[in-house]
Structure formats: structure tokens, C-alpha cells
């Protein structure tokens, strides 16, 4: 993405919260933050039997192409939370 593609994204933490919904359905997210630092809370089944660790990188997974590059969107996850429901 450009840095105009960047500043036309109406809400990044509506992105964050799409990108980690379509990855797993079902999913309840939310996001807090701005300025490229985020705070996200994932709960979802499919974090049933996984460790933090796995659980972590789905979501991960789910955001890297908003992290990708120097004029990524989003720069840094303060915190993230997941958990099964």
C-alpha cells in the first residue's frame, strides 16, 4: 500500500477488527488505540486447546498485512488478550 492508500482507511481499528473476524469467524473483537498502537481482546473458539502462544499468532497472522512495510497502518500491538469464549 501507498501512504495515501494508508490515509484514505476511514477507521484502522475497524481494519484490525475485519482482518481478525474474517481469519475466525465467530470471533469477538475489540480494539482500542490509535497513532499505529493498538490494544486488541480476541475471543473466540478457535483458540479452544491452543496455548496463549498459538492463540496469539492466529491473530497475528490475521493483522500482518496491516503491519507490513514502513508506512504499515499499524506499527505496534501494546497489548493483546485472547481467550476462549
Known sequence: MTS???ES???????IRSAIET???GAQVEVT???????????SPAFAGKSML????LVY???APLM???LAPVHAV???RTRAP
Do not use: F, T
Not at 35 to 41: A, K, L, P, R, T
Not at 54 to 57: D, F, G, P
Open 4 to 6: 495515501q492508500e494508508h
Open 9 to 15: 482507511l476511514p477507521d484502522v481499528s475497524a481494519a
Open 23 to 25: 481469519k475466525l469467524p
Open 33 to 43: 488505540g490509535g497513532g499505529g498502537h493498538y490494544s486488541i481482546v480476541v475471543v
Open 54 to 57: 498459538e492463540s496469539q499468532r
Open 61 to 63: 497472522g490475521a493483522i
Open 68 to 70: 507490513a512495510g514502513d
Open 78 to 80: 501494546d497489548s493483546l
